[in-house]
């Protein structure tokens, strides 16, 4: 067959888990470097979207302050979804 003299079927059966192993682990790995990298690092490594403030108005719904890049957002959210209230440009010393 496709087997040559001395190999065994557990070799082989041996041989084919520890490369789906292999192709298993790597999918993990390469999923987990997706994930962080949609998780929104910014090139230096910090995080692009910051909390500043969130403010419960009651149990579901709240108001968050947001900044991203030189943006400020203040956001509406609630089991409907998210609105925009208001936003502002803001300076690069300002985010820090």
Known sequence: MFLSGNMSYSWFIFQSFAAMAVIIAGVYFLMRLVRRWQQGHSRNGERSVRIIERVSLDPKNYIAVVEYEN????????????????????EEDKTR
Do not use: A, Y
Request: no cysteine.
């Open 71 to 90: 943006n400020r957002f203040i956001l509406g959210v609630s089991d409907q979804g998210i609105s925009l209230i208001h936003r502002e440009e803001i």
